[in-house]
């Protein structure tokens, strides 16, 4: 058991700190507002707690969101309010069968680059407007100049001429038939 306190009351985000620097990690933490006179951690690993912790946080006083996020990435310890006001790394797009059922769904990325050498990328997906299974695969020695891996695939409608359209990532522009 480990009990917490500071004069003047300690916040979730004190603890956060604390808890970065006796693991050698680099605290990535916005202050808390909400100051306790004592707190316990009881029978939880340090991990545990500041999960727990995380829930209850808030980064302004008042009835807004409450809940912090606490992950280690690297050499860093974030422990931080959500930043549900950004917008998302990635969107991913799926499609269901005609009744609605999703029936797998396994997103997977890798980076190009040294650290994925000799590696690749596989998307396997179901064409929608003729039902066909499709799919790509990308890897260093076929897109070595892309910073992505893959192309983004635009379903054609038949007035702007039907069929694949392919969109290079880089770039933005539209190339029909194939890879850019």
Request: glycine fraction near 10%; hydrophobic fraction near 30%.
């Amino acid at each position: 058991q480990r009990v917490w306190e500071r004069s003047g009351g300690i916040r979730a985000s004190d603890i956060a700190t604390t808890i970065a620097n006796e693991h050698g990690l680099t605290p990535v933490v916005t202050p808390s507002v909400e100051r306790f006179p004592r707190l316990h951690q009881s029978k939880q690993s340090d991990a545990q707690w500041l999960a727990q912790l995380a829930k209850t946080a808030r980064a302004e006083a008042g009835k807004g969101t409450t809940g912090y996020v606490f992950y280690v990435e690297g050499e860093e310890l974030h422990f931080h309010p959500r930043g549900l006001e950004k917008p998302p790394v990635m969107a991913l797009e799926y499609f269901t069968d005609r009744h609605g059922i999703l029936r797998s769904f396994r997103p997977a990325t890798r980076t190009q680059g040294e650290a994925a050498r000799g590696q690749s990328t596989k998307a396997v997906g179901v064409n929608p407007a003729n039902k066909t299974a499709e799919s790509t695969q990308a890897d260093n020695a076929t897109t070595p100049d892309r910073p992505v891996l893959g192309s983004k695939t635009v379903q054609g409608t038949k007035a702007a001429g039907s069929g694949r359209v392919v969109i290079d990532a880089n770039s933005g522009k539209r190339v029909t038939g194939g890879r850019p």
